[in-house]
């Protein structure tokens, strides 16, 4: 029993040890897979991430589709026409996708193409620098499943890929595959969310190059395409920062930058990661701290390769250390005021967007670490440990089935947090309750394209010869389906329109301090704030909600166009603002019910 027990030990080992040489690149085709399956089965019952995904950012795709080939300086869809440097999107390689399909399976090829990216960024990196299968494997699924917005591109799932790119340069291998992923990055990614970064990193590397007197023609040419490609795509930004060749003044002169206080700042970003890169690494600290620790303490017992790795994964964390403290520095009382007393960019450059590198690191540092332990301690520590009871642990620790049970049980809490706010989990969960209470807001009843056609049929004209505004809900579902709006969501938009819009809702503005605060210093979303709903926009048609005393100045919300009004919730003293009901609308499937309204001559 003993010798078979043994014997299926000693085979369970050569079978990893096989596993982890061999590749295992295809494996993300099967994560895929697996996570994507019940999309495929739901098709637009399927649910994604809502807040500024779809009800902003993906109508940047969606309005410069289409009118891609066209010489179009205006989109007049939303807030009355807005310039096309206010609408940029995140990663203009993606915008065909929005010209040649619908949206929904535009939008599900660009999660697509971003997952895969994703994994195969950081398998080839982890596999590169610890040079196992199955730790590469581990780290690029636990990477692709986070929850990072995929609207944004490459910005975050394409560092992996982008380092195993500038890995090839640096060791002169697989050039041409280098320089195409480096091209692939700068369409995929912006300048303005990871590009600054990546930019500066890498600059800082040349200049340290030519310092020690190391050339590499090769990232000295990665660095300058890169460059280049940045450079031509956001040509117009770029110029309307640095020179204010816009045509007009962005609203973005009357932000006002926030600050909080630097242990508070410190302690979340080091923890929790930011906005936009949830990188849910918070159970992996304590491991990484402790192995560091126990390696450090062995570090002399370790082989040349080992000693590397070591070495590597403490710059690695001192590097996550600074971008923590400088993160936390840039959100401070200081730096916020003087960020507010200067104009044009730097007044609204994120510089702190830093922290977007903290997904690929954390999860390559845990890589680095245990890859210490994942490889053998020197033979002559082996030999002299041979006998005795330490000399069976150590022959224990360093098998390749005892190394993968302790991974596996490490990285149970970060799967388990990983999972439950996983596309697949959120997805899989609504498939099986399809028949009861929905959880969480589809595509198909958010965009609610049906309710859409019954209200453009209420109306009756060319949707174009009209504006309408929203009333506690986002007008993205309206700009999806076709309509024009005076209201919207951007990021850098007229301020003389902003001005404007904001002459509707002052009245209500002066009710409420925390949404007229809200409007002054930051303004991207020109929606009808009010003192009934506030800023939410999200109000779903089982609240059965309902506005009354909203002090709008209507003339002025005439002026800017508009005609109509779609309010999620009943305004019961219509007539006296000057509103004619048409009636109400819902489906069965839509998030909303919408009161539809006419502002009278």
Not at 5 to 28: F, P, Q, R, T, V
Not at 37 to 52: D, G, N, T, Y
Not at 564 to 574: E, R, T
Request: a neutral charge; charged letters at 15%; hydrophobic letters at 50%.
């Amino acid at each position: 029993m003993e010798g078979m027990m043994y014997n299926m030990w000693k085979k369970m080992n050569y079978a990893i040890k096989k596993l982890d040489s061999i590749s295992l690149w295809w494996m993300g085709i099967v994560v895929w897979f697996v996570s994507f399956l019940p999309l495929f089965f739901m098709k637009e019952a399927s649910v994604f991430e809502i807040h500024e995904q779809l009800d902003e950012t993906i109508m940047a795709y969606v309005l410069n589709a289409k009118y891609l080939w066209q010489d179009v300086e205006v989109f007049p869809e939303l807030l009355g026409g807005i310039n096309r440097t206010g609408m940029q999107p995140s990663a203009v390689l993606f915008i065909p996708l929005y010209y040649v399909f619908s949206a929904f399976t535009a939008f599900r090829l660009q999660y697509t193409i971003v997952f895969l990216s994703g994994f195969w960024g950081m398998y080839f990196s982890v596999k590169r620098i610890t040079d196992s299968s199955i730790l590469a494997v581990a780290m690029a699924g636990c990477f692709c499943s986070l929850t990072i917005l995929p609207i944004y591109g490459l910005s975050c799932m394409g560092v992996p890929l982008l380092f195993y790119a500038f890995l090839c340069l640096y060791d002169r291998k697989h050039i041409g595959l280098a320089y195409g992923i480096i091209f692939y990055f700068g369409l995929s990614t912006h300048l303005v969310l990871i590009g600054y970064v990546v930019l500066g990193l890498w600059g800082c590397y040349i200049v340290s190059m030519l310092w020690k007197k190391q050339w590499n023609k090769h990232l000295l040419w990665g660095f300058l395409l890169i460059l280049a490609v940045y450079i031509g795509v956001n040509y117009q930004l770029i110029l309307e920062f640095l020179v204010g060749n816009s045509g007009y003044v962005s609203h973005r002169v009357e932000l006002v930058n926030g600050s909080v206080p630097f242990w508070v700042a410190l302690k979340d970003i080091f923890i929790n990661s930011g906005q936009h890169a949830a990188s849910l690494h918070k159970y992996l600290i304590l491991p990484i701290t402790v192995l560091l620790v126990i390696e450090g303490i062995l570090f002399k017992k370790l082989d040349t390769v080992a000693v590397k790795r070591y070495k590597a994964a403490v710059a690695g964390f001192v590097g996550i250390i600074v971008i923590a403290v400088l993160y936390a520095f840039l959100r401070t009382d200081i730096v916020a005021a003087w960020k507010n007393s200067q104009q044009g960019f730097l007044r609204f450059f994120q510089a702190e967007r830093v922290y977007w590198l903290y997904p690929s690191l954390w999860y390559m540092e845990f890589a680095l670490v245990f890859s210490v332990w994942w490889g053998k301690l020197q033979e002559k520590e082996a030999i002299q440990w041979k006998r005795g009871f330490a000399g069976k642990c150590i022959k224990v620790l360093n098998t390749p089935l005892f190394k993968t049970l302790c991974m596996g049980a490490i990285l149970i809490p970060t799967l388990l947090l990983i999972g439950s706010n996983s596309l697949f989990y959120k997805n899989l969960k609504q498939w099986i309750n399809r028949t009861g209470i929905l959880e969480y807001t589809s595509w198909e009843s958010y965009y609610a394209e049906d309710l859409m056609e019954q209200l453009e049929d209420a109306i009756g004209r060319d949707m174009s010869t009209y504006r309408i505004a929203h009333l506690g809900m986002s007008p993205a579902p309206s700009l999806m389906h076709g309509f024009y709006t005076v209201d919207g969501y951007s990021n850098n938009y007229s301020l003389e329109y902003k001005h404007r819009f904001r002459k509707v809702i002052a009245p209500e503005l002066d009710k409420v301090k925390e949404s007229a605060v809200y409007f002054d210093t930051w303004g991207n979303r020109c929606y009808l704030l009010n003192s009934g709903s506030g800023n939410y926009y999200m109000i779903p048609k089982y609240w059965n909600a309902v506005y009354e005393n909203l002090d709008f100045d209507m003339e002025a919300l005439k002026e800017l166009g508009c005609e109509y009004i779609f309010s999620a919730g009943k305004i019961l003293d219509a007539e006296e603002m000057g509103l004619e009901s048409m009636g109400y609308f819902t489906t069965y499937t839509s998030y909303w019910g919408i009161w539809l309204y006419h502002l009278e001559e």
